[in-house]
């Protein structure tokens, strides 16, 4: 892909106050300082690669997808490559209909093995060989040294070590303690584990929801109060069609949010929200695998789920 224009869109991110994992963040701010797209491609954690991808994606695959119309969660291939020529007549460039293809590949869409075989026997979409490596952007790659730089290490540690033995040793003065001693015996030290850092899953959507909706949204994984839709489980009330209850965002766009609604009683298709007294609910609730779109409008920000919460919440 055009690397002008990926950077063009890399340089648009603020990246600052950014919630999201280290893995993302910092290879993203590298490549706003390198410029260098192919080895960001190359060497880049996953997530970070993704994430970006996802951005490319986002608008041209609404495209594809109002083309596909009613085939758009499962198309053939046939159905799928007339969507693409369509789309291609209307404008879309080559690079975007290759972040189409490569988006749902990776995110393992149904249309996934006809846009892989796109990819490969379509020659204006071939991929170029990446020689995949750790890259200077992976975070799981300790930083490698120079010989040069460790010399001036040790020589300077061999000269810290003369110093030392040079100084003239002052004896402290002896100091008679008073009053008895308590024998202390001595608790073995216990080892601390360094912190592990959780990356937090992406969500599962559809080709629609994808086209419509990013997960890379600043309220994705709060919990907020908005109106919601009543369910095939709620009481029927005449006069009412939604309730104001706890939803977990999952994505959202300009002017509606994608969520999981979270209600009080159990039943099929709900789970045990386990985090519901740390977001501020008063009783155990439970949270359903259907996805709901609701109004960006008059929501109330509770709380955000960590990121291990958020990873069992979007299996």
Not at 124 to 135: H, K
Not at 236 to 243: C, I, Q
Not at 248 to 265: D, H, K, Q, W
């Amino acid at each position: 892909m055009d690397s002008a224009s990926i950077l063009k869109v890399v340089d648009s991110f603020n990246l600052s106050n950014a919630r999201l994992p280290a893995t993302v963040v910092v290879p993203l701010r590298q490549l706003q300082t390198r410029r260098d797209v192919e080895s960001f491609a190359a060497g880049a954690p996953i997530d970070a690669v993704s994430g970006l991808l996802e951005v490319l994606a986002v608008e041209p695959l609404e495209k594809v997808v109002e083309t596909l119309g009613d085939h758009a969660d499962s198309p053939s291939f046939e159905e799928l490559m007339e969507a693409i020529s369509t789309v291609r007549d209307e404008g879309l460039s080559v690079d975007e209909v290759v972040s189409v293809l490569a988006y749902a590949v990776g995110q393992d869409f149904p249309a996934a093995p006809h846009c892989l075989r796109l990819l490969e026997e379509d020659p204006d979409y071939a991929l170029p060989e990446l020689v995949v490596t750790s890259g200077t952007t992976s975070l799981l790659r300790p930083k490698e040294t120079s010989e040069e730089v460790r010399e001036q290490r040790r020589a300077r540690k061999e000269a810290l070590k003369a110093k030392k033995k040079r100084a003239p040793v002052t004896a402290k003065p002896y100091k008679k303690k008073t009053g008895p001693v308590a024998r202390v015996d001595a608790v073995p030290s216990t080892p601390t584990l360094s912190a592990v850092e959780v990356v937090r899953r992406h969500p599962r959507l559809t080709p629609v929801e994808s086209a419509r909706y990013s997960a890379f949204d600043p309220l994705s994984g709060w919990v907020v109060t908005a109106e919601v839709p009543y369910g095939s489980l709620d009481h029927a009330v005449v006069e009412l069609t939604s309730k104001v209850r706890p939803v977990l965002v999952l994505a959202g766009s300009a002017n509606e949010l994608l969520v999981r609604a979270i209600y009080s009683n159990d039943g099929p298709g709900r789970t045990l929200f386990a985090p519901w007294r740390r977001v501020g609910l008063d009783h155990v609730s439970y949270i359903d695998t259907e996805h709901v779109v609701v109004a960006r409008d008059n929501l109330v920000k509770l709380a955000p789920v960590s990121d291990e919460e958020w990873n069992t919440l979007v299996m």
